[in-house]
């Protein structure tokens, strides 16, 4: 039987610009596949690109290097985009590739085979 994937609103600042992102994904990916697409280097917790900062909401954090995202950086509610899944909706501050459109950006259909 599989888990039921809870969907989160993440509203990104200072865009106003938002995505759709499972809680089976990380922010990195639910932004991809919605068409956005957060400031990112490694991918995998290595070099700190993608840290984005924390408004309001929860996620859960990964494994990362230390010196991709300190203890002040933690503490001042900051979190790298590649590790962090949703557990509620979020408004982050980040940077995002490109300017966007102020508007809410869904998840594309998933088609699937019979």
């Given at each position: ?5 809870d969907?989160f609103?993440i ?6 610009a938002?995505?759709?992102?499972g809680?089976?994904e990380t922010l990195l990916q639910g932004?991809?596949r919605?068409?956005l697409?957060?400031?990112n ?26 010196s991709a ?6 503490q ?9 899944i949703p557990l509620?909706?979020?408004e982050i ?5 490109g300017?966007?459109?102020e508007r809410?950006?869904s ?5 699937f085979?019979?």
């Open positions: 039987m599989e888990d039921k994937e969907i609103r509203v990104v600042q200072p865009y106003t938002s995505f759709d992102c809680s089976n932004s991809r919605c068409g697409t957060l400031f280097n490694c991918q995998q917790g290595e070099c700190g690109k993608c840290k984005v900062r924390i408004r309001e909401g929860r996620v859960r954090l990964g494994s990362f290097m230390p995202l300190s203890f002040e950086d933690v001042a509610d900051r979190t790298l985009a590649c590790r962090s509620s909706n979020l501050v980040a940077e995002l590739t300017w966007p459109e809410h950006y998840r594309p259909e998933e088609k085979q019979q």
